[in-house]
C-alpha cells in the first residue's frame, strides 16, 4: 500500500462525493434544503451510522476479500 493506493481511493471518493452534483443538480438541492431542516442530533446520528458503516465495509473489504 502505497501513495497511488491513497491516491487511488481520494479520487474514488472525489468522484462518488460530486456524482449527485453532476447527475442530479435539482435533486440535490431540495434534499440538501430539506436536511438543513432537520435537528442537529438527527445529523449527528446519521452522520455517526455512516461513518460506522463505512468502516465495517472497509474492514470487510480489507478481511474477506483479500486486501
Do not use: N
Not at 31 to 55: D, K, N, V, Y
Request: net charge positive.
Amino acid at each position: 500500500m502505497g501513495l497511488g493506493y491513497l491516491l487511488t481511493v481520494i479520487g474514488l471518493i472525489c468522484f462518488l462525493e460530486g456524482l449527485p452534483y453532476f447527475a442530479f443538480p435539482d435533486r440535490l438541492k431540495k434534499w440538501l434544503l430539506m436536511l438543513s431542516g432537520l435537528p442537529t442530533e438527527q445529523l449527528r446520528f446519521i452522520g455517526g451510522a455512516l461513518m460506522l458503516l463505512g468502516l465495517l465495509l472497509v474492514y470487510w473489504g480489507r478481511r474477506h476479500a483479500g486486501g
